[in-house]
């Protein structure tokens, strides 16, 4: 299989509206009562001995605790209440059967997988799970960070799916206090800073996921944030990783990009995709990215991404595939939110392609043909 167009999808309006939020939050154990248009209960989040603070709404299918400040829709509850991720969440709503589209099963081609859970000491997975699951349902409690990547054009269901998150500031800490996790793991992993502060604080952050456990997390800036003394980009301590290793490690091919939306972007649309979050590359990530059979470089086409793009080609071999995007778009991520982005991206694969690998066979939108989803 080669760089499918699209993959299943989870219907998660569907979803939501055959498992009513309330019924659901009620399997938890908590007893809800009706006051003005919402039921309240007590949040089974904390130690919530006081008023309940726990609000559920029937009619926008979501819930919000005005104590822990996290909310969210079904998913995010159950995702929370049984610390797992979107897909697991999907199917313990579905009665243990997804709800997205069947794919083709594959054989997994062979890739080097290195340091599969980055030699986190299990307090640090630990400390990283959590805050990976605080962000996240941060996230889909703050419209000012949803409408951010709406503009950007990421659907809720890649939001969910890939655990994106949002730092408000001052909630890791008491959070981690109330669920007696070890603060040193917290400041070893770069989370905390010395003095109590939340390191991304105030930015969206993507998680590097290892066997579904997040090892890793960058965080971006939105719009509003940048200033000349504010970087974009901030990643925890400890060695970058190529974003998404796990998720493409099984594909022929890859699209190989900057950027954290581009990322989004192409994961979105059903690529698998590596980010390289920024234009450096070590050599070890080179020889990860030797292993497929075509590695299609998308990188922004600015001077700093063309000179990239000729390293790295240089670095690769013949196997390392530029791909052109048409003059007036510098990143993948500007398409997302073009009516007509996935279609231009797939014209400029397509104009790539030239003669394909022996494995590969496109049909005229770019995409395989006979090949399974990935």
């Not at 986190?120 to 799970?129: C, F, I, K, S, W």
Request: proline share 7%; hydrophobic share 40%.
């Amino acid at each position: 299989m080669t760089l499918p167009l699209a993959r299943g999808r989870v219907d998660t309006e569907a979803l939501k509206q055959s498992n009513p939020i309330d019924e659901v939050v009620a399997q938890y154990g908590v007893q809800l009562k009706r006051q003005g248009r919402a039921l309240v209960g007590r949040c089974i989040f904390h130690l919530d001995g006081g008023q309940p603070n726990l609000h559920v709404y029937r009619d926008s299918r979501s819930w919000r605790c005005y104590r822990c400040g996290i909310g969210g829709d079904v998913m995010a509850f159950i995702m929370r209440a049984e610390d797992i991720g979107f897909r697991e969440a999907v199917e313990r709503l579905n009665g243990g059967h997804t709800v997205s589209a069947p794919t083709v099963p594959r054989p997994a081609a062979h890739r080097p997988n290195p340091s599969r859970l980055q030699g986190r000491a299990p307090e640090e997975l630990a400390v990283l799970q959590a805050a990976t699951s605080l962000y996240h349902s941060t996230l889909l409690a703050e419209p000012r960070a949803l409408d951010y990547l709406a503009e950007r054009g990421i659907d809720q269901e890649t939001v969910r799916q890939w655990r994106v998150g949002y730092v408000a500031g001052d909630q890791l800490l008491p959070y981690l206090r109330w669920q007696q996790m070890p603060l040193g793991a917290a400041l070893q992993v770069g989370l905390l800073t010395r003095a109590g502060q939340e390191f991304l604080s105030g930015r969206l952050v993507v998680p590097e996921l290892r066997s579904e456990r997040p090892t890793w997390l960058i965080g971006r800036a939105m719009a509003e944030q940048l200033a000349d003394d504010v970087p974009k980009y901030l990643g925890l301590p400890g060695t970058k990783p190529l974003l998404g290793w796990d998720q493409a490690r099984s594909s022929a091919t890859v699209c190989v990009v900057e950027g954290v939306f581009d990322v989004l972007t192409l994961r979105q649309w059903g690529y698998p995709v590596l980010g390289l979050l920024g234009t450096s590359v070590r050599p070890d990530q080179v020889e990860q990215l030797r292993a497929f059979s075509r590695a299609y470089l998308v990188l922004d086409t600015d001077d700093a991404g063309i000179e990239a793009t000729l390293a790295l080609q240089e670095a690769i071999g013949p196997t390392a595939v530029p791909v052109a995007l048409p003059e007036d778009v510098k990143d993948p991520a500007e398409l997302a939110s073009r009516a007509d982005g996935h279609a231009v991206f797939a014209e400029a694969l397509l104009e790539t392609f030239g003669t394909p690998a022996p494995d590969e066979t496109f049909d005229s939108r770019g995409g395989p043909v006979g090949g399974s989803q990935g």
